[in-house]
């Protein structure tokens, strides 16, 4: 905690402006100074403390912060915008900030902060849209590297009595993984595919169309950050410096204007050179009822491997017609009744200790996500188009992999709005039921390891270290469920805890701790045995891909 | 953790002999070193290992900046490196996608082996590849 002093000393300070504030006041006095008494006690106070601030000043329309790190000033900047606006949404009296962050000299005292640092940090606010964050050069060469956050260069500003011009800096946070901002958006780029196709856009390389698409485009994207972080984030965790300033303080997508116009079919988007993606399975025979909701398995009873090549493409084309509203093919679920089982074991400290879990019914994935089923969300523009690499899954047919946490929620998010059913990934205790398939033993088979049962490294005589096996080329678990134990590590939902000392024995996902990273169950195909092992745990940043790293969806 | 405790020379493991499929160019005087522990020291419990880089920067996996990476700590690995591959991700290969420049280590008890090794922005080796001294310690 930063001590107060009389006397001059560098500090990162963070002044934040409540936007409209004389009109707030004079439309209802009370109303507003008893609503920002109440955003400081549940908001930003608690945002304050929790990054090591203090609240040096409360001016009335807005509050000085002071922070020893210029990181954690940033990072309360973003959590109070981020807070804010999800309290915003449900308040007819909206507090919007802006917020500027710079460090230098400052003189605090018990209640106040004066000195060039709180003036410049007022003055860089000053430079803020509603909402946002501006930061200084001297804050950004800080923080740039170690922010799940973009930034844009708005150019070389004066501020008053410092003789250089400064270079100012707008935050633009990653709020990818939060679902609550995502969902609403993730279907607008969709709407926009289906009015520019029934207006009669179909051949989008002429290049007025283009420029009408990238001008919607743009629009678009300015009106969903004017309300709320969005998508335009999303598959950027990395920093983009210098962005061509716009005319206002909007963001602009970082893809060059060609990548905005929608193409004519959603399906064939960016196909590489491989067999056809999973919505061609559509059609399929799949015998009795379509796309089932679940084979219910009561019992551990062994069921017998669907071989691989029923699972195989047949090459019927997608219906043509109305290509706007391809229906989104859903993952096969497996649905289990749950029931109390012990999770953990005595192989590895962090699967210890050993502790009955009780699950509730729930359904999981009969495989891991597909490449195939990635592209659809890709095709409806909420899903990152990673494009291909001589590594990693090379078919449609292969698990989806090179994906972060956050990747997988975004997948989750867009196919529960896309076919509104509630989609989620397990939680690290069904994700282990689940792969135990009602075993207690070392792999599910049983305590011995036998070759040909999973796709790892030393598993299986066909082994290519340069990609995983289709899905579905093993045999089933005993709940019918497939490659678990394989092919890709799993993201789950829990946050990461070296060990299983205070973990719920509900099932639910373990929400506190490092949530910086999370949890991945099962191997992947480049780990050895030892990550065949139903038990066996690891995290990765939330944030980061490796191209190992895949998930499964639950319900 | 694992172990695989076994003899080996210092400094002598981890050179691949094939070039780097993914190739990423980096500065010829870039350094990469552990800045602690120290080869040979006993530490106990757990620890911050620190790293240090010199003539590149450290930045985010999935960044293209030029001349810059992320950590990679290897934990008694044996293994040689292969460039035409990502580095692996397991128990004995710790990734720092984000950036990090040191981490709490926590070890078993007894000798372990710990080496730096640079990635890319998608986790590959550069060309040629980045990495440390091999150092060995002792968790008591």
Redesign the interface.
């Known amino acids: 905690m930063v001590q107060p002093k009389g006397q001059s000393r560098r500090a990162t300070i963070l002044a934040a402006h409540i936007v409209d504030f004389s009109t707030m006041m004079s439309t209802d006095e009370p109303a507003t100074t008893a609503l920002i008494t109440k955003h400081h006690q549940e908001v930003i106070d608690p945002a304050i403390r929790e990054h090591k601030g203090r609240l040096a000043k409360d001016t009335g329309n807005g509050f000085l912060a002071e922070f020893d790190s210029p990181l954690e000033a940033v990072r309360c900047a973003v959590d109070i915008q981020q807070s804010m606006i999800e309290r915003n949404s449900d308040s007819s009296l909206r507090t919007v900030h802006r917020i500027g962050i710079d460090l230098g000299a400052i003189i605090a005292g018990p209640n106040d902060v004066s000195g060039h640092g709180a003036d410049a940090a007022m003055r860089l606010q000053g430079f803020a849209g509603p909402g946002d964050i501006c930061i200084s050069s001297a804050v950004y060469e800080l923080v740039k590297?170690?922010l799940d956050a973009r930034f844009q260069s708005l150019g070389e500003k004066q501020i008053e009595n410092v003789t250089q011009p400064v270079r100012v800096y707008r935050v633009v946070p990653d709020f990818a993984a939060t679902v609550k901002a995502v969902r609403p958006e993730s279907r607008a780029p969709r709407r926009l595919t289906a009015a520019l196709i029934s207006i009669g856009v179909g051949l989008v390389v002429a290049a007025g169309a283009s420029g009408l698409a990238w001008i919607l485009f743009s629009k678009q994207q300015r009106d969903r950050q004017a309300t709320a972080p969005t998508l335009a984030a999303a598959d950027?965790?990395?920093?983009t410096v210098a962005l061509p300033p716009p005319a206002s303080s909007v963001a602009v997508p970082t893809s060059p204007p060609a990548v905005a116009v929608p193409p004519p079919l959603p399906p064939v988007a960016a196909a590489p050179p491989a067999p056809p993606v999973v919505l061609e399975q559509k059609p399929l025979a799949k015998g009795p009822p379509p796309p089932p909701k679940a084979s219910q398995v009561d019992m551990p009873v062994y069921v017998p491997p669907t071989p691989s090549a029923e699972r195989a493409a047949t090459a019927v084309q997608p219906p043509i017609a109305a290509p706007a509203k391809a229906a989104v093919i859903e993952p096969e679920m497996i649905s289990l009744r749950g029931g109390a089982f012990k999770m953990g074991s005595d192989d590895?400290?962090s699967e210890r200790p050993i502790h009955v879990v009780a699950i509730k019914p729930f359904s999981i994935g009969k495989f891991p996500v597909s490449v195939g089923e990635w592209k659809q969300c890709v095709a409806a523009k909420a899903c990152a188009d990673l494009g291909s690499?001589?590594?990693g899954p090379s078919d449609a047919k292969m698990p989806m992999a090179n994906l972060s946490w956050r990747d997988a929620k975004q997948y989750v998010a867009w196919l529960s709005d896309a076919t509104k059913h509630n989609y989620r990934l397990p939680s690290e205790a069904e994700w282990e039921y689940a792969a135990r398939g009602g075993t207690q033993t070392r792999f599910w088979w049983g305590n011995e390891f036998i070759e040909n049962m999973a796709d790892c490294n030393g598993c299986e005589k066909a082994y290519d270290?340069?990609r995983p096996t289709m899905i579905g080329s093993f045999k089933p678990n005993p709940f019918g469920i497939y490659d678990m134990s394989s092919l890709v590590?799993e993201w789950v939902e829990d946050c990461w805890h070296?060990n299983y000392a205070g973990a719920p024995a509900d099932g639910a996902a373990w929400e506190t701790g490092d949530c910086?990273q999370r949890v991945l169950r099962g191997g992947a195909w480049?780990?050895?045995s030892?990550?065949v092992r139903p038990s066996n745990r690891?995290r990765?940043?939330a944030?980061?891909?490796?191209?190992?790293?895949g998930f499964r969806v639950a319900q | 953790m694992r172990t695989t405790r076994r003899l080996f020379v210092v400094g002598s493991v981890l050179w691949p002999t094939v070039a780097s499929a993914q190739g990423t160019a980096r500065p010829k005087d870039a350094y990469l070193y552990i800045i602690w522990p120290n080869n040979g020291d006993r530490i106990k419990g757990a620890f911050w290992c620190r790293f240090g880089l010199r003539n590149m920067n450290v930045t985010q996996a999935g960044s293209t900046a030029a001349d810059a990476g992320h950590h990679h700590l290897f934990i008694d690995v044996q293994e040689r490196l292969d460039p035409s591959l990502p580095i692996p991700q397991d128990k004995n290969h710790l990734h720092f996608g984000k950036g990090q420049t040191e981490a709490r280590i926590e070890l078993p008890p007894g000798r372990h082996t710990l080496q730096l090794v640079l990635g890319d922005a998608q986790h590959f080796p550069f060309n040629p590849p980045l990495v440390s001294k091999v150092i060995t310690i002792t968790v008591v």
């Open positions: 590297n170690k950027t965790h990395n920093v590895d400290p690499s001589n590594v270290p340069y590590n070296k910086g480049r780990n050895n030892n990550y690891d990765y940043d944030t980061v891909r490796y191209f190992t790293h």
